[in-house]
């Protein structure tokens, strides 16, 4: 099936351990990104890549760290840095459709701290 | 940067009635508008979407209608269905090549 793949589903983090989250996409997209989800606050863009080897900081980036090493993979690493990390992470990517560059989610990571 | 706002944050209607969402933009610039429909614990799912050279689209049961003049975009659900319960999120695509989301709206449909 084609789709983005996120793991692990479920992810618990001890304080001052850094995790990585995994997002993988066989959609052939060239854009990848990472949202951040907390009640009540919507969607908030952290990173996002439009190439391979190429990455931006969104509006919450502090605290967070991406690579974009192959164009199917953009890990997410949640570092010791982040001070309120439990929330649910969402990937994400499009590509240079005929109708516009529509964005595609995966199926999220919980995120606890513990 | 683009600012979105979406109203209400939670809608009930009962089954069979109609439901609409309102969400504003402030980039002028914005040409992409999509919904996206969330299920609990799961990623959102595009349901529709619209683009800044049309004003109204339809697919069967939903619809998104778009005043580019007014910098409001409207999704409307007609006979609702238990199953359309969940959040729904819109968004606006400008310039600056990320999309921007409103804070979501709970729909729940009772039956």
């Known amino acids: 099936d084609g789709g983005i793949t996120q793991s692990p589903k479920y992810l618990f983090r001890k304080e001052g351990q850094n995790v990585t989250l995994s997002c993988e996409q066989n959609l052939n997209h060239d854009a990848m990104y990472w949202y951040r989800q907390d009640p009540g606050q919507g969607l908030r863009l952290i990173y996002y890549?439009?190439?391979?080897?190429?990455?931006q900081k969104g509006d919450i980036a502090e605290g967070y760290s991406v690579s974009r090493e192959k164009k199917e993979s953009f890990p997410l690493t949640v570092t010791s840095a982040q001070k309120n990390p439990t929330a649910f992470y969402l990937c994400?990517?499009?590509?240079?459709?005929?109708?516009?560059?529509?964005?595609?989610f995966g199926e999220g990571s919980w995120l606890t701290v513990v | 940067g683009e600012n979105v706002e979406q109203h209400p944050s939670t809608l009930s209607v009962q089954e069979g009635d109609s439901a609409v969402i309102k969400c504003t933009y402030s980039?002028?610039?914005?040409?992409?508008f999509p919904w996206y429909k969330q299920e609990l614990g799961k990623g959102p799912q595009l349901i529709i979407d619209i683009r800044s050279n049309v004003g109204e689209k339809k697919d069967q049961r939903i619809a998104v209608t778009l005043n580019k003049t007014a910098k409001h975009f409207s999704l409307h659900i007609t006979e609702t269905q238990p199953e359309d319960s969940a959040v729904y999120f819109c968004?606006?695509?400008?310039?600056?090549?990320?999309?921007?989301f409103g804070k979501g709206t709970m729909l729940l449909v009772s039956p």
């Open positions: 994400a990517s499009s590509g240079q459709e005929s109708s516009g560059n529509t964005i595609y």
């Open positions: 890549s439009q190439i391979v080897n190429d990455f």
């Open positions: 980039d002028s610039a914005s040409n992409y």
């Open positions: 968004a606006a695509l400008s310039g600056y090549s990320t999309l921007t």
